[in-house]
């Protein structure tokens, strides 16, 4: 059997749980939205596959995601990857990373992280992957003209040396770049920044921020609905700012509304569960190594329904 055919039906094998429950988990079109939603995206992040071998957990629970979205109806229109698809830069995690993905049921999209590229991943990643930053629009006809429904920009940041120590950074060139793509997009349609680290500081003792984020904020502020998701940290929270993001709770259900007050935050961070290990959290304390973990339990992935009035952000953690 070749190996794609063995992760294949390993990852089916994992996701029949999850399907014969996935009754409880809302991931339809709202009652109320007859049409179905306008856009389905997937994110994805943080495998750490730390070599060519499919037969380590790091590989089967990425399969078991690509599975499970496989089995999504209707299908999601995109998925993202936030970065760190392999640990060490290992050129054979990468490549079977991508083979992996290669079974999901639509086009993907990613960002790099700090394990793409160390020590030897940069040039591996850009030819299986190209460029570790993106722009991308989704639009749909209506009327018989293409309007946008949601403008994608994946944002690089960057793991680099400085005065205090290595630190996430995007970079005056990438800020160049960013503000160049924004003043290509309408700031009256939603707006999603993929990065690998949080523009936000979330930890910094575990690096968990990007230096140089209060230097992008600004460039988001004309936009009225801005949703920046992140990797890295390894656990699904939401973050809000402004007052026009509202939220149901912790995390099962989020809504954005339109901030209609120019030059103002209207922001909602959002920290994307990994597919290889759970991060623990900062206030449990620093743990005696920092490395991925051997279980499924407290991984997963998430999906975005966007209707004709909300976001629906919903993660799927798994249980075992």
Not at 108 to 123: I, K, Q, T, W
Request: hydrophobic share 40%.
């Amino acid at each position: 059997m070749k190996r794609r055919d063995f992760l294949r039906r390993l990852g089916l094998g994992l996701a029949g749980a999850w399907a014969l429950g996935r009754v409880s988990w809302p991931v339809g079109a709202q009652a109320s939205d007859p049409e179905g939603p306008e856009l389905r995206l997937a994110f994805l992040g943080d495998a750490h596959l730390p070599d060519g071998d499919g037969r380590r957990p790091e590989a089967q629970t990425l399969a078991r995601a690509v599975a499970e979205l496989r089995l999504l109806k209707p299908a999601p229109r995109l998925v993202l990857f936030a970065g760190d698809l392999a640990h060490n830069g290992d050129p054979r995690a990468l490549a079977l990373g991508q083979e992996i993905l290669s079974d999901l049921p639509a086009p993907h999209l990613m960002v790099m992280g700090e394990g793409d590229g160390l020590p030897d991943g940069a040039a591996a990643w850009r030819r299986l992957a190209g460029e570790p930053w993106f722009s991308h629009l989704l639009q749909k006809t209506a009327n018989g003209k293409q309007e946008t429904v949601c403008q994608i920009l994946g944002l690089h940041t960057a793991w680099c040396p400085g005065p205090g120590g290595p630190a996430f950074r995007v970079g005056e060139a990438g800020r160049r770049w960013l503000a160049r793509e924004l003043a290509r997009l309408d700031p009256e349609a939603p707006l999603i920044i993929l990065s690998h680290a949080p523009l936000e500081p979330v930890y910094r003792p575990w690096h968990q921020w990007t230096v140089d984020g209060p230097e992008v904020m600004p460039l988001l502020a004309r936009f009225r609905q801005v949703l920046c998701l992140h990797g890295h940290t390894h656990s699904a929270v939401a973050r809000g700012q402004g007052s026009g993001v509202s939220k149901g709770n912790d995390f099962g259900e989020v809504f954005i509304t339109e901030n209609r007050k120019q030059e103002t935050e209207n922001r909602l961070h959002i920290s994307l569960p990994a597919t290889a290990w759970p991060g623990p959290q900062a206030l449990q304390g620093t743990p005696a190594r920092l490395g991925p973990g051997l279980g499924p339990v407290g991984c997963g992935w998430l999906l975005l329904t966007a209707g004709s009035t909300s976001l629906q952000l919903q993660p799927h953690i798994w249980q075992a």
